[in-house]
């Protein structure tokens, strides 16, 4: 519907109600049809929650105390009550309509005047709101001052060296030694893709990680995540607002994942992913290489709801896996994502525990975040590097992998949508 379209709904509605109360003298709004009043309480639920979303954007851009803020707010009410007011509240319509009368003004026209004065508040808030640019230089935090920026060898492309691997020694939730690396890695000895869920609001919400293990090498963990300045803390709702940048950082699991499980005691778990091949492994990574490149091209805005640390994932992933997950309403509620992985055959029902034997009892849901809890397995773990930061990441990842099958690749893309479509089977009986 056009703006035009939608304030001659919005305009005509209580004309129309009015012809129809003379033809039926009767002055209650209960004899309109159903239609008209559903139709009348659609255009007041969507102006007020116009208004609402315009000041929410102007409160979380500005701040509470802004005198924008307070401006805003005062005309966005003082045009949008008056407006209600005079278009749908029958006996005080009628008021200002014997009071204009005098004045030869009518009470249609004062509502065209306060409805076009509210359209074009809010298509300008709306423009204002879409011309804000993300940045690169603020005054970041110090765990997202750095962003992750790669080079290819010359003469091998599948040799990759990172510059600001972010490998920090946390000792409590906001204080830690910094240290950013330059690591390199090679994508040739790529061996599987595990899935971190780090949860710190209940057990709809949590922060998705992803790790890349190497045949002969430390796993190397990405994660998609707000770049807060330093006089900032996260919000859900300012998330919607354009309040934060997207980062993506690059990381040692003995620092991004240490932090969650043992500084700020979120739940974490670690999930393997199975029926990959070695080409997918592959695309993944290439994709991060991607986002990398972009993010420091030109920097992004986090969205609570769209480009979070979870969605952004599955996006990436069904580029390269297609139709091997299908879309699902748990990638929006990322608790629940390992769930959604079970159910597509993206985690084993019945993993192999070692080389020669699989599990005797297929693994339910239950039994894989029993298993893969990694907070039991990090208590105690001496984060302070004292001799070499390389030992240490290895003993980190080492430990939180103890009793996790780790699945091998599979040797073609048949037997891994075979073994897939086997798996998502049994995890529905």
């Given at each position: ?46 102006l007020i929650l116009s208004a609402i979303w315009l000041l929410l954007a102007i409160w979380y851009q500005f701040g509470a105390t802004s005198f924008i803020t307070w401006l805003t707010t005062i005309v966005i009410i003082g ?351």
């Amino acid at each position: 519907m056009s703006p035009r379209s939608f304030f001659s709904k919005l305009l005509s509605s209580r004309n129309d109600n009015n012809q129809q109360l003379t033809q039926n003298q009767n002055d209650s709004p209960y004899s309109q049809s159903w239609k008209h009043r559903l139709m009348r309480f659609f255009i007041i639920v969507t102006l007020i929650l116009s208004a609402i979303w315009l000041l929410l954007a102007i409160w979380y851009q500005f701040g509470a105390t802004s005198f924008i803020t307070w401006l805003t707010t005062i005309v966005i009410i003082g045009l949008l009550i008056p407006l209600l007011s005079a278009t749908y509240h029958t006996k005080l319509a009628n008021k200002i309509d014997d009071k204009l009368s005098n004045k030869k003004i009518s009470n249609k026209k004062l509502s065209r005047w306060l409805a076009g004065g509210y359209a074009f508040i809010w298509l300008a808030g709306l423009g204002w709101f879409f011309s804000i640019e993300a940045k690169q230089d603020r005054n970041w935090q110090p765990e997202v001052s750095q962003v992750i920026t790669y080079e290819r060898d010359a003469n091998n492309p599948d040799l990759i060296t990172f510059s600001n691997v972010r490998n920090f020694d946390w000792h409590t939730p906001d204080e830690a030694d910094e240290r950013w690396d330059t690591r390199t890695v090679d994508m040739s000895k790529l061996s599987g893709v595990d899935v971190s869920n780090s949860y710190w609001m209940g057990p709809l919400i949590a922060h998705t990680l992803v790790s890349f293990r190497f045949e002969d090498d430390r796993p190397l963990a990405f994660s998609f995540e707000i770049r807060k300045e330093e006089d900032e803390s996260f919000s859900a709702l300012a998330g919607f607002f354009r309040r934060y940048e997207l980062s993506l950082i690059g990381a040692e699991e003995r620092d991004i994942i240490y932090t969650r499980s043992n500084a700020r005691g979120e739940q974490v778990y670690l999930f393997p992913i199975s029926h990959l091949q070695h080409s997918e492994v592959k695309a993944l990574f290439e994709s991060y290489l991607i986002a990398a490149d972009e993010l420091n091209t030109k920097p992004a805005w986090y969205n609570t709801l769209v480009s979070n640390c979870t969605n952004i994932i599955f996006y990436m992933a069904r580029i390269v896996s297609g139709d091997r997950l299908p879309w699902d309403y748990r990638i929006w509620v990322s608790g629940w994502l390992p769930n959604y992985l079970y159910d597509v055959g993206m985690l084993d029902a019945n993993p192999q525990l070692n080389k020669e034997q699989r599990s005797s009892q297929p693994w339910s849901m239950d039994t894989w975040y029993e298993r893969t809890h990694i907070n039991p397995k990090t208590q105690g773990f001496d984060n302070e590097v004292s001799v070499n930061a390389d030992v240490n990441s290895r003993e980190f990842s080492a430990q939180i992998r103890q009793g996790i099958p780790i699945p091998p690749l599979a040797d073609s893309k048949v037997e891994a949508e075979a073994r897939a479509q086997s798996a998502a089977e049994a995890s529905e009986e």
